[in-house]
């Protein structure tokens, strides 16, 4: 059974995905409980989207589906959920039910478990993803989120007011949607999002982050962050967003970053950053909950960006080359190629690069050496060389080589940097 509905259901699933999910089904159905897909896989499924991960909801409790299959993780046991490992993929599988007391605009401070799918999919945020599906192919949609769907429209389940009261994350989701999808929002959600707006102060920071990069990453997120403006979203949050200022050529040029790479998200945000004319001291990355990989990545990015703008003004070409390897064997190689991929997205937008890009691009690749590790000379080479112990000496000194044997003016040659090493000493007074 779970060949058959792959094959007639799901043409925008991993085969391996759908079976497993199909068998979850076939399993609470063999006992005698409903059981259907739900929410974004539906959804996706019937805009034509790939569909990544599969939930279920069923009438049974979370209990009984603990107890009918071998592997599974009691994950939210309060909330009626349960995960379901099936030949290498989890499932979500989910009570029936129906939630109260969103004193938080966060959370339910109540649970009931309901006997009623309609009942459940009434609790869900927008009508796109109130809808499931049974193993026979039957919609149960009794929010017309197919027509909704075809109208390109996002509209909250039921009153728009009270669904932003009970999470106010949703309200970024909504935008998220509209952006992703290119849909409009429903006049009378998006009127309740302004009402409400205010509550996004409850909403942690990592989650409406998470949401941002969802949209960052997305198709068209000039859109989304246009919404943002326009509803003035960023003054609401935990940490607000300084959104002002703008440069125009660093925003219009966020889409034209491609998303072949994870990084490339980060150089989405650094074009957002420096739109917004907001430096690289900025406390925001952290506020706004960035990893500490993510926060660095991005920081050197505005680094590089301070750096160059503010020291390359009027330079002669060598010293231009020169400067332009200081900054790379600062920032290093791989942040130095993002933030050419940044200057060529604002080129590609009809703005002006900060810096000659096929020029740099070519003093980057005529690099002999782009980092210590690179070096013919070790630091305990050089200690043994000069005969001295290791101090706060040596870190400039390789600072110094580096750069000559990455400009080309001293070979990368062992001997040659111990001579320029010695020279330096006796010269310096070192």
């Known amino acids: 059974m779970a060949e058959l509905h792959n094959n007639t259901i799901w043409k925008h699933a991993d085969k391996d995905l759908a079976d497993g999910s199909a068998q979850v089904i076939s399993i609470l159905q063999g006992e005698g409980h409903e059981a259907f897909w739900v929410g974004g896989c539906v959804r996706d499924e019937y805009m034509g989207r790939t569909v990544n991960d599969m939930d279920i909801t069923t009438n049974a ?12 993780i009691p994950t939210g046991m309060k909330h009626g959920t349960v995960t379901v490992l099936m030949h290498g993929h989890a499932y ?3 009570t029936y039910r129906i939630e109260k007391g969103y004193e938080d605009h966060r959370r339910p401070s109540e649970v009931e478990f309901v006997d009623d799918i309609e009942k459940d999919l009434r609790r869900r945020d927008f009508t796109m993803n109130a809808m499931a599906l049974a193993m026979d192919g039957r919609f149960v949609d009794p929010f017309g989120g197919r027509s909704d769907i075809d109208d390109r429209l996002i509209r909250c389940v039921g009153d728009p007011k009270v669904r932003f009261q009970e999470d106010a994350l949703r309200m970024i989701r909504c935008i998220r949607f509209a952006s992703n999808f290119g849909f409009m929002i429903a006049k009378d959600t998006w009127a309740a999002l302004l009402e409400q707006r205010s509550t996004l102060g409850w909403v942690a920071m990592e989650r409406i982050r998470t949401e941002l990069d969802k949209l960052m990453s997305g198709p068209d997120p000039l859109r989304g962050l246009e919404l943002i403006r326009e509803g003035r979203l960023y003054e609401h949050v935990k940490m607000p967003f300084p959104y002002s200022g703008h440069q125009s050529a660093y925003i219009s040029a966020i889409p034209a970053v491609g998303m072949s790479s994870p990084e490339q ?25 960035f990893s500490n990989r993510r926060m660095e990545l991005i920081k050197k990015l505005l680094q590089l960006q301070e750096a160059w ?20 064997l600062i920032a290093g190689e791989p942040i130095a190629a993002l933030w050419l991929e940044l200057q060529q997205a604002v080129q590609t937008a009809g703005g002006t690069p900060a810096v000659d890009i096929p020029q740099a691009r070519a003093w980057l690749s005529g690099m002999p050496v782009k980092s210590l590790r690179e070096l013919a000379l070790t630091g305990d080479g050089l200690l043994s060389a000069v005969g001295r112990r290791g101090g706060p000496w040596m870190k400039p000194l390789l600072s110094h080589l580096l750069l000559l044997a990455a400009s080309g003016q001293v070979g990368n040659d062992t001997t040659l940097l111990i001579e320029e090493a010695k020279r330096v000493i006796i010269d310096e007074g070192i």
């Open 61 to 72: 409790l979370p209990e009984v589906t603990l107890s009918l299959f071998e592997k599974v």
């Open 265 to 289: 998200v980060d150089v989405r945000y650094a074009l957002l950053l420096l739109g917004c004319r907001i430096p690289s001291s900025t406390p925001l990355l952290r506020q706004w909950t």
């Open 309 to 328: 703008t503010e020291n390359s003004e009027g330079l002669t070409s060598e010293q231009a080359r020169l400067l332009w390897i200081r900054c790379v």
């Open 92 to 94: 979500e599988v989910t």
